[in-house]
């Protein structure tokens, strides 16, 4: 989250934003109703649930799944609905 | 031919944290995209979902050089930021081994309505960018107006289903074929279920030089009326019910990318949208068939074509 807002002497001239995808910055997990759990021992990291994320969440490691970034995942659950091997479940968050 | 495992070592492009909604299709075509073309480009995008979603002041999601001016302007201005660099190239002051590529960006309101003429404009003087318009088939961030790529019987606010009208009356323009119309090297449609054909076609896109275009579904499941995980099935089933057939022209040739093996009723795809739910009353039931047929109709010629232009 934002740390609150600036005044205009802290905001750079033009108001240019100086870093390139600062939006990490923005945690847009708090949207999420269904949390994505990952079973790691059906996973054949075939990295679908990658490739189809719209939110950048699924981190990769030498070829491999790592973990679902909880900061950004909106909960969408396109991963578990794609995966192959159904190794993704939705659980409602709260009931983990 | 990049493999996935091999895209997953590549520096991701879009970064978490932009505002689209949980599930949406535009940012998968985007990720995609990007990963396909690398960190060397310079993106503008019209106004909609992405520019908004992606761009909230003071942050932005773009680790590539971003423009965003206005509606109708994304292939205008890449257009003018392509000039400037082959004449800055041409001067000396850029590096002359070094090679960026443009893309611009549109929904289909900014691409198909809004910013038609400037992307003809653009196409037509031969500017050396790639234009790829998502197509979610109505203006989707300001609350599901129609656009002219709102299928027909689609009902959407503007053209709301009830007693006087059943959805959208007019049928959607096909303008894939409109940029055909202007006799640029390459153009295609691609759908993000398929990322294997979308990388490779982005890939052979910006390896070209001149104007490009890549027509990409991106299911929208607000305006859908559709479940929130069903960005990707619901592409793959507007593939295989030939709604969005996967082809490329390159130099006047039409490939067609795939044909499925059995070619699923429209309604398949259709049944899953609320937008179209009012289309399953039995006195809609000739809207049905009149989109049937259309499809039907389109996909032959395709074929016919294909068969056509085939080397002998």
Known sequence: MSTGLKGWKDIPIGGMILEAGNSAEYETGGWRTFRPVMDKEKCKNCLFCWIYCPDSAIQVENEKIKEIDLKYCKGCGICAAECPAKAIEMVEEGKL | MATLKELSKREELLAGGHRLCAGCGASIVVRQILLAAGKNVVVSCSTGCLEVATSIYPYTSWRVPFFHSAFENSAATICGVEAMYQLQKRKGKLPVDEEIKFIGLGGDGGTYDIGLQSLSGGLERGHDFLFVCYDNGAYMNTGIQRSSATPLGAATTTSPAGKVI????????????????????????ASPHNWKDLNKKVEKALSIRGPKFLNVI?????????????????????VDTCFWPLYEIENGKLTINYKPKNKKPLTEWMKLQGR?????????????????????????????????????
């Open chain 2, 218 to 238: 991106a299911p929208c499941h607000r305006g859908w009326r559709s479940g929130i995980n069903e960005a990707i099935s619901l592409s793959k089933l507007a």
């Open chain 2, 166 to 189: 059943p959805g959208k009356t007019q049928y959607r323009k096909d303008l894939t074929d409109i940029v055909e119309a202007h006799h640029i090297p390459y153009l295609a449609q």
């Open chain 2, 276 to 312: 179209f739910k009012h289309l399953f009353k039995p006195e809609n039931e000739h809207i049905l068939q009149q989109l049937q047929q259309g499809i039907d109709c389109k996909w032959n010629n395709l074929l016919k074509r294909e068969e056509v232009e085939k080397p002998c």
